[in-house]
């Protein structure tokens, strides 16, 4: 009897662990953000790489994280995460806690804008560190401005956070872990970037094209038009990606060329529209095309991936 329940505490504590992460509206944010007890607000973290567009306006409570801070070079290949001892330390800093509720947002407009990618790189970074609350505010600033909501000027310092003891790491993956994914039965790999990027025709790249065996989905094709941090309707967004042939069934290792394109599409798959088997392959191109003396094989051409 004793071991029956132990169990079944055990099995309450998993279920009861599974993080929350997903989507919230700018009104649904806004009510949360004027919450008369203070105690109950969330974490707002303004994730914008442009510090004077913090300084133009930003959602009231708002804490800026430059989402670059997060990433340095190693071993020569640019924009790689951090040590897990510093991105620990920049994440307390800004007040991401264990016990709280997390809004994530940057700024939308039409492209090449791709603020977006800037707060779903922070979203996976958050969710690696183990946090497991944590909502996107769906058309960012561009959508609260829109509505009529006045932007905030004045600073915010979130008090020191804590991190749970255990993050989550098997979200991402290695070149390892993603030259064996590729061409066995029921797995993709995505490629996130523009399709001129995957195709070689780009002034970008020490090497051109994509990893062999990659389908190409521009992150683009899930958003709106003129809000590139606003989602399409979720009914648009499973029809292309069915056509795609990115279905709920297959096991998905995205990419992209540092990974933020790849990691908005991780968090679309995984927390919005909550396919079970998603990572995120963490060097993406930058680090493939540097690795092994520059000779990992590369391909060429193709075409985007249901068009």
């Known amino acids: 009897m004793k071991s029956t329940r132990l169990l079944l505490l055990a099995a309450f504590a998993a279920a009861t662990a599974q993080a929350d992460i997903g989507l919230i509206s700018v009104s649904e944010a806004r009510r949360l953000i004027e919450n008369p007890d203070a105690s109950q607000r969330p974490v707002v973290l303004d994730t914008r790489g442009g510090y004077k567009d913090y300084f133009r306006g930003h959602l009231p409570t708002a804490h800026h994280i430059n989402f670059d801070t997060l990433r340095g070079t190693d071993k020569a290949v640019p924009v790689q995460y951090l040590p897990d001892s510093i991105t620990k330390s920049l994440l307390k800093r800004a007040g991401v806690d264990k016990n709280r509720l997390h809004l994530v947002y940057a700024t939308g407009a039409s492209l090449p804008n791709d ?79 523009p399709l001129n990027e995957f195709q070689g025709d780009d002034d970008v790249w020490l090497r051109k094209g994509h990893i062999p065996g990659a389908i190409s989905f521009h992150w683009a094709r899930l958003m709106e038009e003129g809000n590139t941090h606003k989602y399409k309707p979720l009914a648009s967004i499973k029809a292309e990606l069915t056509r795609a042939g990115i279905t709920p069934d297959k096991n998905i290792i995205c990419y992209c060329g540092t990974s933020r394109e790849g990691s908005l599409l991780y968090f679309t798959l995984r927390h919005v529209l909550g396919y079970p088997n998603v990572r995120l392959y963490e060097g993406s191109w930058k680090e493939y095309v540097w690795l092994n003396g520059r000779t990992l094989p590369a391909a060429t051409g193709g075409s985007a991936a249901g068009k």
Do not use: C
Not at 125 to 134: A, D, M, R, S
Not at 177 to 190: A, C, E, F, R, S
């Open 115 to 193: 603020e977006i990618l800037s707060t779903s790189m922070v979203v996976y970074v958050l969710e690696k560190f183990g946090i497991q609350n944590i909502r996107v505010v769906n058309g960012g600033l561009a959508e609260w401005t829109r509505l009529g909501l006045k932007p905030a000027k004045d600073y915010f310092g979130n008090p020191e956070g804590s991190l749970p003891w255990k993050g989550n790491k098997g979200i991402g993956a290695d070149v390892k872990t993603v030259q064996d994914h590729v061409g066995k039965p029921g797995n993709l790999l995505i490629d996130a970037r």
